[in-house]
């Protein structure tokens, strides 16, 4: 698979060449700490110090490389430290809550004081969400054309969702 970089990530990565390769052994280091436990304005700086470099410099150079590291991670060409790198990915994505039970009643008003034929129909829902070991509930109502928008609008996306272009992504991001 060929791996593509953008005019900025090659500026950004223009210092490998030039540098040692015990410095841009250090680089590819920070870059993985970068990773694990996110950015150090101290590292940047004794970096800066020890190259001759501004710290914006060296940050970004920084940041490039770790750029680099995942996207070639993402298409299996950077093997050795694939796993670690696609675990620490892992970890920083959201713990986004996640579906668990669903209540739901349906209630009519037939008719009231001052207007005898009358039909409105309302829905109330209990929606459980479960995020990890957090459970949250939210209680929602609605009348019928919203619920019948707001169905057709997941129709929609679920049907994205599985869309050839979609699924091509995806595969991809795995």
Known sequence: M????????????????????????????IALEFLKKGTSPKIYEGAARKLGASVEAVQRGVEGLMYLMTESSKCMLY?????????????????????????????????????????????TMHLVLAGGFDRSSVVLQTDAGTLLHLISS???ALATLKSSATRRVLRNIK
């Open 2 to 29: 060929l791996l593509v970089l953008s005019e900025d990530h090659k500026e950004h990565l223009s210092f490998l060449p030039k540098v040692d390769a015990a410095v841009a052994s250090e680089f590819c280091r």
């Open 154 to 156: 997941l129709e929609a």
């Open 79 to 123: 093997l050795q430290h694939q796993s670690q790198i696609r675990r620490m990915l892992s970890l920083l994505s959201p713990d986004v809550p996640a579906y668990h039970n669903l209540e739901w009643r349906l209630d009519v008003q037939l008719a009231t004081r001052s207007v005898h034929h009358q039909v409105c129909p309302s829905l």
